[in-house]
């Protein structure tokens, strides 16, 4: 059964940092791009960050640039987002989800982790 | 800069067509992505690339793409479809969603 499930969301004070951890299963995860997405309260979808497959490109929403990164450990089919210097707009639900490779969509999705700053 | 534009709300009557636009310049030349989302749910991926359709999306979820419009047409709506519904595009690396649109089953 293909599965993401994230952690590392918390209540955190503005200037703080915090990093976010979504394991997958059920799929080949060194063959996916992994991407994150955010949903402040009662608005929509934010696109956050992708990385390549093979880990060697990444890229991120115009707003975030500087501040997050995203990074992969395949030996432990996990994704990263490092947020730092966090500001209250960045309350929100981040999601990940599994990107088929080349096409920047997002086919499987986690259930989300819970970021209050 | 790329935008996508949805209408905030479509209302339908069960069993009637909603359909749910998604404009943006130059989206003709890019594929266009939707996902449902229920309250306090994570998204679903219902089409991508333009017209597909992921295994176990009911058929009556079909998407189309041309000049500066993609559009999800929901045939025969059933309760259940009531949700927000997002499309989703891509431009130079940059994922950009549309605002999302609610859909209410009258």
């Known amino acids: 059964q293909v599965q993401l499930l994230e952690s590392g969301g918390a209540v955190v004070q503005p200037g703080k940092s915090l990093r976010l951890s979504c394991v997958a299963s059920?799929?080949?995860?060194?063959?996916?791009?992994m991407h994150w997405v955010r949903q402040a309260p009662g608005k929509g979808l934010e696109w956050v960050a992708v990385?390549?497959?093979?880990?060697?490109?990444?890229y991120y929403g115009e707003s975030l640039k500087g501040r997050f990164t995203i990074s992969r450990d395949d030996s432990l089919k996990t994704v990263y987002l490092q947020m730092n210097s966090l500001r209250v707009e960045d309350t929100a639900v981040y999601f990940c989800?599994?990107?088929?490779?080349?096409?920047?969509?997002?086919?499987?999705w986690g259930k989300g982790t819970t970021v209050t700053v | 800069s790329f935008e996508l534009t949805q209408p905030p709300s479509v209302s339908v009557s069960p069993g009637q067509t909603a359909r749910i636009t998604c404009s943006g310049n130059s989206l003709s030349e890019q594929y266009v992505y939707w996902y449902q989302q229920m309250p306090g749910q994570a998204p679903v991926l219902v089409i991508y690339?333009?017209?597909e359709r992921p295994s176990g999306i009911p058929e009556r979820f079909s998407g189309s793409n041309s000049g500066t419009t993609g559009t999800l047409t929901i045939s025969g709506v059933q309760a259940e479809d009531e949700a927000d519904y997002y499309c989703q595009s891509v431009q130079d690396n940059t994922v950009l969603f549309g605002g999302g649109t609610k859909l209410t089953v009258l």
């Open positions: 989800a599994r990107d088929p490779p080349h096409y920047y969509y997002m086919d499987v």
């Open positions: 059920g799929f080949a995860f060194s063959d996916y791009g």
């Open positions: 990385i390549w497959y093979d880990g060697s490109q990444e």
């Open positions: 690339k333009d017209i």
